[in-house]
């Protein structure tokens, strides 16, 4: 068990178990892809680690940037997503695939998709490590799921509760009162 801040939390998916999940999504997307030069979007802050271990495990050619949006404050989602770090790249043509570390609410993913709608892409993907469908509240298409989970707040693998967290190489979930 480890303490964050006031709350504890209990081991829930171990490192190993994250790695074959980003195996997994890697070897999808190298094949829906094979004749494409994909440009990995990550989601600042959560998703730099799995932006990393996935492309350490992609071995065709790609190119990777990022955004930052926040939306979570403590375990809770706010509802509105702010946007502190924008694209600064000519996305027109490419494929972009979007890294998420989680879907949660829905309430990013809609933004995302709003944010790129107007970029005149080939192909727009998301893919997402940790999917929670039971908190899931939009009528949105997920393209790539690594491991679905139930509705409990987790952190660990780049994942926080009040910025502590995010080095825990594996995940884990709130202790129940
Ligand atoms: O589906 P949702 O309910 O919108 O939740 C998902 C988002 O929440 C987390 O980001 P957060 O807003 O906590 O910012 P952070 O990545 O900087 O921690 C996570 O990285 C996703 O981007
Ligand atoms: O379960 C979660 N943990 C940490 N950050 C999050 N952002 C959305 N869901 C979560």
Same mark, same amino acid.
């Given at each position: 068990?480890?303490?964050?801040?006031?709350?504890?939390?209990?081991?829930?998916?171990?490192?190993?178990?994250?790695?074959?999940?980003?195996?997994?999504?890697?070897?999808?997307?190298?094949?829906?892809?094979?004749?494409?030069?994909?440009?990995?979007?990550?989601?600042?802050?959560?998703?730099?680690?799995?932006?990393?271990?996935?492309?350490?495990? !992609?071995?065709?050619?790609?190119?990777?940037?990022?955004?930052?949006?926040?939306?979570?404050?403590?375990?809770?989602?706010?509802?509105?997503?702010?946007?502190?770090?924008?694209?600064?790249?000519?996305?027109?043509?490419?494929?972009?695939?979007?890294?998420?570390?989680?879907?949660?609410?829905?309430?990013?993913?809609?933004?995302?998709?709003?944010?790129?709608?107007?970029?005149?892409?080939?192909?727009?993907?998301?893919?997402?490590?940790?999917?929670?469908?039971?908190?899931?509240?939009?009528?949105?298409?997920?393209?790539?799921?690594?491991?679905?989970?139930?509705?409990?707040?987790?952190?660990?693998?780049?994942?926080? !509760?009040?910025?502590?967290?995010?080095?825990?190489?594996?995940?884990?979930?709130?202790?129940?009162?």
């Amino acid at each position: 068990m480890i303490q964050l801040h006031d709350k504890q939390f209990v081991p829930f998916i171990s490192a190993k178990e994250i790695n074959f999940a980003i195996e997994k999504m890697v070897s999808q997307i190298e094949d829906d892809f094979f004749d494409e030069t994909p440009i990995f979007i990550g989601v600042l802050n959560g998703s730099f680690m799995v932006v990393s271990d996935f492309l350490k495990l !992609y071995k065709k050619p790609c190119e990777v940037s990022f955004i930052k949006l926040a939306s979570y404050e403590g375990t809770e989602s706010t509802e509105s997503v702010k946007q502190l770090i924008g694209l600064n790249q000519d996305l027109t043509g490419r494929t972009v695939i979007v890294l998420e570390d989680i879907i949660d609410t829905g309430n990013t993913l809609e933004e995302l998709k709003k944010l790129f709608k107007s970029q005149n892409v080939k192909h727009f993907k998301i893919a997402t490590l940790f999917f929670k469908p039971d908190a899931f509240k939009k009528d949105l298409k997920i393209d790539y799921v690594g491991i679905r989970i139930p509705n409990k707040f987790i952190v660990g693998f780049g994942l926080d !509760y009040d910025g502590l967290g995010r080095n825990l190489p594996e995940v884990y979930q709130l202790k129940e009162e």
